[in-house]
């Protein structure tokens, strides 16, 4: 958020976006499952300019043992950002930002993942932002949650993400890197579709509280579209793997 000027142009007189999107169009997603072979699970996520990696391991034994709880299984996330992810190199290692983002996504899976099933265990999810263009949360969420669950850990529900915001005076779905830059507002959601429940909910910049309803608003049905597009990804991966059966037999005979 660049301090919500409103002088920048980011929306024409037809509501039209610098991308070409109308303000409630998102940006176009490409989400496959299973591209990692030595992960438990994994995704990998196209969103825009955005593009990103998520691997899961686990649940395994919790090491060293004094983080284990003998009540359920230990989440975490590490959300990492590539030097060459954005123009400028990004120094390497956990800065402020990451360490937030990796705190409020592991958060996240806490409240979806029956982690009561794994007592003494642990599930490591690594999120690794290869280029960056806004929005890189929700999509960090959405590629996290597909290898989740390609890793087969229980949970109650797929989890999709995505933000609204505002710029020029308007509410958009799906701030782009310039809208992010200069826009008004923005709030990153991720919801449970299952409960409806909102498992991740930040706000930078200014809304009233109409605003806010709607752009909540927006964000959760974006949110519902890309539930689809994250169940589309789990049903190619599992029919891959049904293809893959001919194979296996000729190998046996
Ligand atoms: P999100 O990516 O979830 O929208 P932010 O709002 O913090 O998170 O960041 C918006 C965008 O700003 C990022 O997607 C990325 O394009 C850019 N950005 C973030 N951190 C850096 C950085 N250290 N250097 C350059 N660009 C960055």
Redesign the pocket.
Known sequence: ?GGGSTDIKLIDEKGIRLDGRRVDQLRPIKIEAGVLKNADGSAYVEWGK?KVLAAVYGPREAHPRHIQDPTRAVVDVIYN?CSF????R??PGP?R?SVE?SKVIADAFRNVIFTEQFPRAKIDVYIE?LQ?????????VVAASVALADAGVPMMDLVPAC?AGKANNQLILD?G?EE??VGQA?L?TAIVPKTGEIVLLQM?GHLTQDEFDRALQMSMNACMQIYELQKDALRRRYATSANDAPDTEEVRQ
């Open positions: 958020m955005n950002m992810s954005v123009e400028e990004v120094r800065g930002r983002i932002i960056a263009n806004a929005g890189t949360r929700c999509a960090g933000a701030l890197k992010d830059n923005d990153p930078d």
